[in-house]
């Protein structure tokens, strides 16, 4: 990471416009998707440099890295710990906002013993979107974990 004097994250206008490009989608993209998208402002940014600044945002706390499975890690612009649920038919990830974070940290601490620092929980299934698209989903994809 490159970081001032004082120890701070330093700010690029390549991270900036990164950033405001992961924050403005709903869509989870991948660093391909955010790549073409910032193209458009930076046309002469690498796709290296898009995967060395999402780096940099996942590990400062600004964005969130999601992996599913085998596939290409998908990035969130809302760093908060929120849950997903991942469409098996249409790969769509949707966020979810359910009050369930401090109590199954608590469970766990209470019923195991253990210190939780962080979690993480996906649902899978198919979207209403899908759904609503009844001859399409015949049979999803099997999620591998």
Aim: with cysteine; hydrophobic share 30%; proline share 3%.
């Amino acid at each position: 990471m490159v970081r001032d004097r004082r120890g701070f994250i330093r700010r690029t206008k390549q991270r900036e416009v990164i950033l405001s490009v992961l924050q403005s989608t709903d869509t989870h993209p991948s660093a391909d998707w955010i790549y073409e998208e910032v193209r458009q402002v930076l046309p002469n940014i690498s796709l290296g440099t898009i995967y060395r600044n999402l780096r940099i945002l996942v590990d400062s706390g600004e964005a969130m890295e999601l992996r599913f499975g085998s596939g290409a890690s998908r990035f969130d612009g809302n760093p908060k710990n929120h849950y997903h649920f991942v469409c098996l038919n249409c790969d769509r990830i949707y966020d979810l906002e359910l009050s369930l974070q401090e109590k199954l940290e608590e469970q766990v601490s209470e019923k195991a013993g253990h210190r939780v620092l962080d979690h993480r929980l996906e649902f899978y299934g198919i979207c209403d979107v899908c759904q609503s698209k009844k001859n399409t989903i015949d049979e999803p994809r099997h999620h591998d974990s």
